[in-house]
C-alpha cells in the first residue's frame, strides 16, 4: 500500500 | 505604483485556467524583475510556482515590491470578462487594498475596467532546493494531457518509470490495468511533437491521477510539458508561458508505507 505525503515532507518553509 | 500591460492578454487568462481548480486563493508577488506565485492545494500534496518575468511585459513598473492576496475564483470571474484578443493591464496603488484589471480591445474601440478587493492571505512559502533531476521528460502537453485523462479511469494513481528504453505510464484498478509507453522520437518535423528523455538513472515513481489531470490544465499554454523526477522526489509537471515565464506543478510521489 502506498501513502501520500504532503509537499511540506520535502520543502521546508523559506 | 505598480502596473504591467500584457499585450497578449489571453496569456493571463490561461494561467487562471491553469490554477483556479487546484488554489481558491493565492498571493501574487510583484517586484521589479516580475510578478510571482507560490501556493499550495488546499490538501498540502501539490505546490504551483508561477512566475512572469518584468521583460516579458509590454509596460512594466513596480516602484514598491506589493504582495497582492487574490480570491482566484474572483479573479477567474473578472478575466472571464475579457476577450481572447484584448490587452490586459493590472495596476494597484502602493498600499493599496484593490487592484484594477483594465481590458483593452485590439482596435481599442472598447476599454473595460474592472476593480477587486484584495485579501490579506497568511501562507506559507515553501523553498524549493536547486535540483539535478535523475530523469526529464520533455513531451507534447497534449499527449501528457491525454495519457492521464485514459489512465485515470483505471486507478487513482500513475505510476511513471522513466529507463533508457522510454518512458511507461501505468495505472490498476477494478477494471483491470493500463499502460501507455512512449519511446524517444528519433526525428520529428516539428520541435513541440517531439518526445526528448534525458536521464541520468532510471526511476519509477507513483503519483495521484487527480493531480496530474488539474495540471494538465495548463496545456492551453505550450505545447510542450516537461517532467522531472527523482528517486523519493516529488515530480516537477513545467509548462512555459509564451515567452514570459513559466508555471511548475511540484506534487509529491506516492510512498510505500
Known amino acids: 500500500m502506498s501513502s501520500q505525503k504532503t509537499i511540506k515532507n520535502f520543502f521546508k518553509p523559506s | 505604483m505598480f502596473e504591467a500591460r500584457l499585450v497578449q492578454g489571453s496569456l493571463l487568462k490561461k494561467v487562471l485556467d491553469a490554477i483556479k481548480e487546484l488554489l481558491n486563493e493565492a498571493s501574487w508577488d510583484c517586484a521589479d524583475s516580475g510578478i510571482q506565485l507560490q501556493a499550495m492545494d488546499n490538501s498540502h500534496v501539490s505546490l504551483v510556482s508561477v512566475n512572469l518575468r518584468a521583460e516579458g511585459f509590454d509596460k512594466y513598473r513596480c516602484d514598491r515590491n506589493l504582495i ?14 475579457a476577450a481572447n484578443d484584448d490587452i490586459i493591464t493590472m495596476k494597484a496603488q502602493d498600499n493599496a487594498d484593490t487592484v484594477t484589471f483594465i481590458f483593452e480591445s ?47 479511469n483505471f486507478g487513482e494513481s500513475i505510476v511513471i518509470a522513466c529507463s533508457k528504453e522510454g518512458v511507461k505510464f501505468s495505472a490498476a484498478g477494478d477494471i483491470g490495468t493500463g499502460n501507455i509507453k512512449l519511446a524517444q522520437t528519433s526525428s520529428v518535423d516539428k520541435e513541440e511533437e517531439a518526445v526528448i528523455i534525458e536521464m ?45 515565464g513559466q508555471i511548475q506543478y511540484f506534487l509529491a510521489p506516492k510512498i510505500d508505507d
Open chain 2, 68 to 81: 497582492m492576496g487574490m480570491d482566484l475564483t474572483s479573479m477567474s470571474k473578472i478575466l472571464k470578462c
Open chain 2, 106 to 152: 485590439p482596435s481599442q474601440e472598447k476599454v473595460s475596467d474592472y476593480e477587486m478587493k484584495l485579501m490579506n492571505l497568511d501562507q506559507d512559502h515553501l523553498g524549493i532546493p536547486e535540483t539535478d533531476y535523475a530523469c526529464v521528460i520533455k513531451l507534447p502537453s497534449g499527449e501528457f494531457a491525454r495519457i492521464c485523462r485514459d489512465l485515470s
Open chain 2, 200 to 244: 541520468q538513472e532510471p526511476v519509477t515513481l507513483t503519483f495521484a491521477c487527480r493531480y496530474l489531470n488539474m495540471f494538465t490544465k495548463a496545456t492551453p499554454l505550450s505545447p510542450q510539458v516537461s517532467l522531472s523526477m527523482s528517486p523519493d522526489v516529488p515530480l516537477v509537471v513545467e509548462y512555459s508561458i509564451g515567452d514570459i
